[in-house]
């Protein structure tokens, strides 16, 4: 039964509840945040919450502005889920930083920011780290160009996945990995699949957790193991890499290298462990790779059928950074229209999809309503961020929007990495990426649409992070 004043939403029926309704609408819009648009003006006309039952869980979307900021801001809500799909990705105990509570994440999230600012993480050299990447990335480029290849056609949609993870992966592990690394190029591949297949409020085994028993193939229980297995070779592997320099006595230049030297010294104690190091890495290579590289994505693909925007980006490139060197992070705030291409690609990003689901850790309320115990509670970040009325033409892509007087001026409800105390670890990195990574490929080179083929379409491909659907550039060397 419904919840006495639970927030209103399709009927529930016994055992599946609403799953059928929002997977018909799903499959007759082809997107989730359709399917929840479409259900709340027909259940809640466009009120400020909707609650669904499917399977087990039940499931609060949070549409309007203020309900999300309220929801933000409520401490009873700051849990995350619980249940197999958060639990079988690390090993059926709750582990990591992006999907837990409590002590362990507070205690754990707090050590992760300290020990990778160590390594550059929200300090100069992290600026310094994105330009050395940038370096490479061009490079790569202009080696296709004169392979002569593909007739100077490149695929951006996935363009930036290791550059990116380079990035982070330097201050995690000390690594940094070559595009067109075999190993690599297979996890990125993993992990899209894996983006694909799920959605933010879980996949179909996760509502109805008997079928990853009765039907592991149909549910998606299997290749969902399939992947995490993968991934976690990948990241078991490089600790034992990391163990062996610490016996070595190789100095420290990583976080995996500090966190195994504190298991060393304490032994896995309070929330520390080995399987927690393990969780915590695959929540950073996830949380912050894919969702900087589709950002950039939906940037590229936009600054190819827009050719407007890319002209006054370059205008202002040439006008403060000139050919002579490459920008650099240090350039960001003489450069406002580049800065405001970046939230622009956010919200483009962020636009289509929705928050880490949070999680009722009592009864509570929201938005005048009853939100039971254990209630899932989901951002509607399309709401907010293709509100109409907040961000005119919102599927045009207008960086103007966040310049006033020629600066960049961010609008409180524009608040993409979320707010309060979940809120995200890597704004900071990403938005220094961004900038670092889409000046530097504009100054040297132009992206035109590729003759005789449509633009980029403004359709994307669906999961818990969206991207740009696949789309090649003609690319042409400015200098
Ligand atoms: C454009 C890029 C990114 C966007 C739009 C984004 C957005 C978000 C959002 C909306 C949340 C959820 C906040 C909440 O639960 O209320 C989040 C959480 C998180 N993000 Fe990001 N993120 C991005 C990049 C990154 C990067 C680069 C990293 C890693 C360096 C990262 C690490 C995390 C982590 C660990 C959490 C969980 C925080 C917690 O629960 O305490 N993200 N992000």
Known sequence: FKPRNFPPGPKWLPIIGSA?????????????YKAVKELSSMYCDGGPVIGLKIGKDKIVMVNSLEANKEMLHNEDIDGRPKG?????????????????????????????????????????????????????MINDVKEILNSGDNKNCIYMHNFFNTYILNTLWTMMAGIRYQASDPQLKLLQDLMFDLFRAVDMVGAVFSHFPILSIIAPTLSGYKEFIRIHKRLWKFLRDEIAKHKENLDAG????????????????NGEKDTYSEGQLVAMCMDMFMAGTETTSKSMSFAFSYLVRNQEVQRKAQEEIDRVVGKNRMPTLEDRSNMPYNEAVVH??????????????HRALRNTTLAGYNIPEDTMVVSNYTNILMDESLYPE??????ERF?????????????PFGLSKHRCMGDVLAKCNMFVFTTSMLQKFSFLPVPGEPL???EHVDGATPSAAPFKALVVPRM
């Open 20 to 32: 059928s309704e929002v997977y018909k609408l799903r499959e007759k819009t082809g997107y989730l």
């Open 84 to 136: 197999i799909f958060y639990q079988t990705r690390t090993w059926g105990e709750r582990r990591g930083v992006l999907l837990t509570d409590g002590e362990l994440w507070k205690e754990q999230r707090r050590f992760l920011i300290k020990h990778l600012k160590e390594f550059g993480f929200g300090r100069k050299g992290m600026g310094e780290i994105a330009h050395n990447e940038a370096c490479y």
């Open 250 to 265: 190789t100095e420290i230049t990583d976080f995996m290298g500090v966190y195994l030297r504190v298991l060393r010294e």
């Open 344 to 357: 622009e690609s956010v919200r483009h990003f962020m636009g289509r999809t929705f928050g880490v689901p």
């Open 394 to 399: 919102p599927y045009s892509f207008r960086p």
């Open 403 to 415: 310049l006033v007087d020629g600066k960049v001026f961010l609008p409180e409800y524009y608040f």
């Open 456 to 458: 980029p379409s403004l």
